[in-house]
């Protein structure tokens, strides 16, 4: 059972001799990315604590406030989307990928126009509101299309092993 359940980087180490050149370039920037990613997710994270705490405790902190609410779940949606940034670039590293997928950018887009709609001033102009709304479902349909034609390949391949991609 430990044999299956190797340690990721046990895997990197055994690939890296048969890696080329490029594409050990590739891992050393995908894992130099991944630590500075996480430094800043680590210090974001740490400044969202002291500001919550702050709020809490010094300025009896009203989460019906809409300038509040809407100051500490951008930050927390900020922090959600560099950790998923963060995960799609350790997947690379632990060449899981090869590299980074167009689904998961998507995604990640999606991601920060949540978070822009959750921070919305109330008084935000219509064609702005229009606009995000159009980058929404523009982005929602592309990663619709990518996944039908994922799911398409896989019904295919499952039915005829010969195919491979």
């Not at 406030?65 to 940034?85: P, Y």
């Not at 999606?110 to 509101?129: C, H, M, Q, T, W």
């Amino acid at each position: 059972m430990k044999s299956t359940l190797r340690n990721p980087f046990q895997v990197l180490r055994d690939q890296w001799a048969i890696m080329s050149f490029y594409e050990r370039f590739e891992q050393v920037v995908a894992l130099v990315l991944s630590a500075v990613i996480a430094v800043i997710i680590v210090v974001s994270l740490l400044q969202l604590i002291a500001i919550v705490f702050t709020l809490l405790i010094l300025d009896a902190f009203n989460p019906l406030d809409h300038k509040v609410f809407q100051s500490v779940f951008g930050m927390i949606m900020t922090l959600l989307i560099a950790m998923e940034f963060k995960h799609s670039i350790v997947r690379v590293a632990l060449r899981r990928d090869s590299i980074i997928q167009v689904k998961t950018v998507i995604l990640i887009g999606l991601i920060a126009l949540a978070r822009k709609f959750v921070i919305l001033d109330p008084e935000a102009s219509p064609g702005k509101i229009a606009a995000l709304a159009g980058a929404t479902l523009a982005l929602g349909a592309t990663y619709w299309l990518l996944r039908e034609r994922d799911d398409r390949a896989a019904e295919t391949s499952e039915h005829d092993p010969s195919s491979s991609q």
